[in-house]
């Protein structure tokens, strides 16, 4: 197999492509104190990202007007929610909804 020096540099250039926009937010921010307004509102973004995730499962797009439900989400978003309220952990939380999501599909 041949190694071209075009694919190793096309590799290398995407890999900074996909670093830049990670990590240079916080070398920019770094050691700066932002205004507590801001901060507060930013800590609404990790709950608006996973809202917009899980909806987006949960509603399935139809040509008709209006989205319809999808009951397999639905069932396994139920213990899901559950586990994330009593524990307030992200990896039960994650786990949970990967295995329901499993059980649910393996039996239908």
Known sequence: MEIRLELLVLFAACGLVTLIPR????LLMHGLTLPRLLTDWLSFIPICLLSALFFQNLLVAQNSDYPSLSFLHLAAS???ILIALTSKSLSFTVIT???????????I
């Open 97 to 107: 909804g990967v295995l329901s999501m499993a059980l649910i599909r393996f039996l």
């Open 23 to 26: 990590i240079l937010p916080f």
């Open 78 to 80: 139920i213990p899901t």
